[in-house]
């Protein structure tokens, strides 16, 4: 069996790892507030949440805006989500030509998959500015939650044009051509993107798993093995960096290093099967 047929039988194999880990990345820097200040609630001791009483407005514009952030965030942790849509619609009913709000609600929106809201915002958004990329890019960050790939990689290019600088575009275009089964495109998009340079740590990581990915499917096994050292050193616990770095080990020879990845993937994931199964396979040779 030639290198290529052994990749896409691979493929088969790891059906959808990379497909449903790609990253659903948020530029709007309200979106990314957000996520932190959930995820630190989430980790604080428990107590009862009060966030209209706990962040009150100030009087700065910028000390309100932080106020409102941390007042969704809060209602967002305890799943007060008809407060937290209340507080961002009474913000735009003040502000209505506040581009900025429509981003943070249309965010909103996508956390909780209402996409058609989403989409009216982000839309909404583009044409208060209709030089900006982040709204053209979020409206294809909809069109991809909904598997709606082709119109995404529509919105993404539209981005592209707009900020050709902006590794993220690069990157989620990428993630859409690898569900439209469009291999060579989505390679040079990850090129792209990290060409430009990914500051974030979490974009570094998908770039390199996409990229190696697709090197693995195509039988390049020396690259799609640097790609996952890459994508390793920002998350050495990845389940999936680690098997598909194994398989591709193997495939170029070194069942040693391979039997280690496995090794590594199940002390990571001891209830991951397939990290179970490569293991006991290879152990067994």
Known sequence: MNGRMCGYTLAATFAGFVIL???????????????????????????PVEPANVF????????????????IALYEVAKDFAAAEAELTDALAREPRDA??????????????????????????????????RFRYAAGRVQAARGYYSAAIVFYDEAIRLNPRDAGSFLARAEARIHLDMPFQAVADYDRAIAIG??????????????????LVRGDHVAAIDDFDRALEVDPESVNALLWRGYARERAGRNDLALDDYERAVTVDPKDRVARVSLQRLRSN
Do not use: V
């Open 21 to 47: 880990s790609m990253p659903a990345r948020a530029q709007s820097a309200f979106s990314e507030q957000i996520a932190r200040l959930m995820q630190a609630q989430k980790n604080a001791p428990p107590r």
């Open 56 to 71: 009150a407005p100030a009087g700065s514009p910028a000390d309100a805006r932080n106020a409102l952030t941390k007042r």
């Open 100 to 133: 900025s709000l429509r981003a943070e609600r249309g965010y909103f929106y996508l956390r909780q998959n209402r996409y058609g809201d989403a989409l009216d915002d982000f839309l909404a958004g583009s044409r208060m500015e209709p030089g900006n990329a």
């Open 198 to 215: 990914l500051a974030r740590a979490g974009d570094r990581y998908f770039a390199y798993l996409g990229r190696g990915y697709l090197a």
